[in-house]
């Protein structure tokens, strides 16, 4: 039940953007809520970069576990609508520790309950970095947990824009393009007409205008397979073959999720 | 909202005992929509800017399941004969779509078949103006459990309007313990790192420790085999298991490591599988290209899967009357369906088809008749599953497109617990008779 009302507070019910909130990791909490840790202050987090609420700027948080949900705390602080996107499991010796992002998202119980963030509040979308690529080798006696983010996680280009969002920032710590899978959702917004910036929450700097490059299989019918493929290949264990599809070599192939 | 719907020419078809009831309230579908995720593992109930699961339950006569139920199981009969008869037919087996490495592994399942246990399948049914078709059957990796199960039970609950036709999960565990014993490891295999697919196997697992089952979550890579029996060897678990239930495509499975095993869900595994990786044979949408060459007596399939050919028998370019399907696709990906497929979809397709035409199928249309719920029309695919080959429930499915795909609807589908009207329980025209 704790974990349930933790999701209500992330997840607002009759919320705007609470639609787009995945359960996923609230759902398979279990642990005394006692023993979370502290996972860091969220009102140290960098935030003067961040546009006024007011403005009607979507924000796409890509930092690494905590840090992430760490900003968003600080960004509904301002006025932001924080969307947690963690499409993840837990699991024994993970290859991705989540562990500090479920400590953050903790942190949430104590943060959100206090303030008032209004409905029409912007979102700030809140993704974890190391996602595609995990903390450890994901060699085959590991629970393979990494994750990709795909268009359909996120609101259409459409919904954005009739709810007067026409700007989103992605504050990340790569230079330049955001991860691929990433460019895939912002990449069609763009297209769409939302203008796209980028920042680095650790310098001091002001977001920048971004022009998402086109990803490869840009809006191709199979690239949630191929997305997902490219983590199913590892989970798998055969790093380096990849799975082909009947386009491409004498083989069954596979398109989409299961049955 | 119940009854009739008139046809293109304004013709009233019969509905044959199906219609959608009353929507749940919005604050009872808001807790439904709760306990779906934290009871039932539904952890996906929004894509893109849909929201997947429907507040309005679809409602079928008794007379009606009893008449699919009944279609399913004389489809899943021959089904189970038809896999067995294509298993010492490897000169078939390139008819299918099947990949080198996969046909080499159904050859030597011709001397030693893997041992079975709780065979699990899903018929997808629609309701078209020729009465009830279906498209496909999902006999490798049905998925749907969640939904038909967990979602579908909690709609039941707040509806008051009906009660499950059949609960697939229990059926499925139900028959995974009676085949096993109690207290067995069941070993249940998929890709990890997908929570689409994780759900469904923690929803699965969950039942089965109710019949006092041991499930352990794994990842195909860790299984190791002895004398042909399966053991996990994983960071968190090495042992022997007593069964596998396999959520990963059978036609993933060559991409594995050598040492994982995988030709054993093909052939000689002792330890049993649901299901087996034979099922391919069927699974594949050219499984109706060798009907004729078969002894196996499948007229329930001949009358309810539509006309199918080889794309290079049959003119289907530009020809609206055609479906093109690949051979081992999913949940609706890579179907070009005329006036529905977006054109840079449709082109791609066709090119795959014209250059690899014996990965796939062209289909004839069949003209799905939506049903009214509410203020929409909606076109309804019910997934009727078999266990062991009786009928175990209904994964339901409806789009304001006839393509049901991974922007569908899920449904809650229900028997009606009142006595259906005189005319609510008519059996749409050109069907067959129920069976049971």
């Known amino acids: 039940m704790y974990y349930q009302q933790l999701y209500e507070l992330w997840a607002p019910p009759g919320g705007l953007w609470t639609p787009w909130v995945k359960p996923v990791l609230f759902a398979q909490l279990q642990s005394n809520p006692a023993e979370h840790k502290f996972p860091g202050d969220w009102r140290q987090r960098p935030i003067g970069w961040a546009p006024s609420p007011a403005d009607r700027t979507a924000i796409i948080i890509d930092l690494p576990g905590a840090d992430s949900v760490l900003t968003a705390l600080a960004l509904a602080d301002k006025g932001y609508r924080p969307v947690p996107l963690f499409n993840c499991c837990l699991g024994p010796s993970p290859v991705l520790n989540l562990t500090p992002v479920v400590d953050a998202l903790n942190l949430g119980n104590e943060v959100l309950s206090k303030l008032a963030i209004p409905y029409h509040a912007p979102p700030a979308f809140v993704i974890d970095s190391r996602r595609s690529k995990g903390d450890t080798e994901p060699t085959p006696g590991k629970f393979d947990n990494r994750w990709v983010v795909l268009p359909q996680d996120f609101p259409s280009a459409r919904f954005m824009l009739s709810h007067g969002v026409q700007q989103a920032v992605v504050a990340h710590h790569r230079v330049g393009q955001p991860e691929t899978d990433l460019a895939h959702v912002l990449r069609r917004w763009q ?69 | ?67 699919l139920a009944g ?51 899903r018929f997808d049914f629609h309701f078209t103006s020729d009465g009830w078709r279906i498209s496909e059957v999902n006999s490798d990796v049905p998925g749907g459990f969640v939904e038909a199960s967990g979602y579908a039970g909690l709609v039941a609950e707040a509806a008051a309007s009906g009660t499950l036709p059949a609960d697939p999960a229990e059926a499925l565990a139900s028959a995974v313990a009676a085949a096993t014993g109690p207290g067995a490891t069941i070993g249940l295999v998929h890709a990890t790192a997908y929570t689409d697919d994780r759900q469904v196997m923690l929803f699965l697992a969950r039942r089965m420790e109710r019949h006092g089952l041991r499930p352990m979550l794994i990842g195909p890579d860790q299984l190791r085999w002895t004398n042909a029996r399966a053991e996990i060897d994983s960071d968190w678990h090495r042992g022997p ?69 080889d794309p290079r028998e ?12 690949p051979a081992l696709g999913r949940v609706g990906d890579g179907i070009l369906l005329a006036g529905v497929t977006p054109d840079r979809q449709r082109r791609r397709i066709a090119r795959d088809a014209r250059w690899h035409p014996r990965y796939w199928v062209a289909q004839r249309r069949f003209d799905s008749i939506p049903l009214a719920a509410g203020d929409e029309h909606l076109h309804v695919c019910l997934g009727v ?6 009928a175990a429930g209904v994964y339901g499915r409806a789009s304001a497109s006839p393509l049901i795909d991974h922007l569908a609807r899920d449904v809650a589908v229900l028997v009606e617990e009142r006595e259906p009207s005189p005319t609510a329980h008519v059996r749409p025209r050109n069907v067959l008779p129920a069976t049971v």
């Open chain 2, 1 to 67: 909202m119940c009854g009739d719907v008139p046809d293109m020419d304004g013709a009233v078809v019969e509905t044959g005992g199906i219609h959608f009831g009353a929507p749940l309230r919005d604050d009872a579908h808001a807790g439904v929509r709760r306990r779906a995720i934290f009871d039932c593992c539904k952890w996906d109930p929004r894509v893109e800017d849909v929201e997947v699961l429907s507040p309005v339950p679809l409602l079928l006569s008794r007379e009606a399941w009893r008449h």
């Open chain 2, 385 to 390: 599953f078999t266990v062991d080959g009786r």
């Open chain 2, 314 to 325: 049959v003119r289907w370019n530009g020809q609206d009357h055609w479906v093109l399907k």
């Open chain 1, 191 to 259: 297209e769409a007409g939302i203008n796209i910036l980028r920042v680095n929450p650790m310098r001091d700097e002001r977001p920048a205008p971004l022009q998402v490059a086109r990803p490869s299989h840009f809006r191709e019918m199979w690239y949630t397979f191929l997305a997902t493929v490219g983590l199913r290949r590892n989970a798998a264990g055969g790093f380096g073959s990849a799975i082909p599809i009947p386009s491409s070599s004498d083989s069954t192939g596979y398109r989409g999720g299961f049955g």
């Open chain 2, 241 to 309: 298991v007593q069964g596998l239930v396999r959520f990963f495509p059978a036609e993933w499975l060559p991409n594995l490591p050598r040492s994982s095993g995988w030709r054993h869900h093909f052939a000689g595994s002792r330890t049993p599988l649901c299901n087996p990786a034979t099922a391919l044979l069927t699974q594949s949408k050219r499984f109706p290209l060798v009907w004729d060459r078969l002894k196996t007596d499948i007229d329930t399939w001949r009358q309810l899967l539509p006309q199918t050919h």
């Open chain 2, 71 to 121: 279609l399913a199981e004389a489809l899943a009969r021959e089904t189970i004969a038809a896999e067995r008869e294509l298993l010492i037919r490897p000169d078939l087996h390139r008819h299918l779509g099947l990949g080198g490495s996969i046909r080499r592994a159904l050859r030597a399942a011709a001397e030693g078949p893997p041992a079975e246990m709780a065979r699990v399948m």
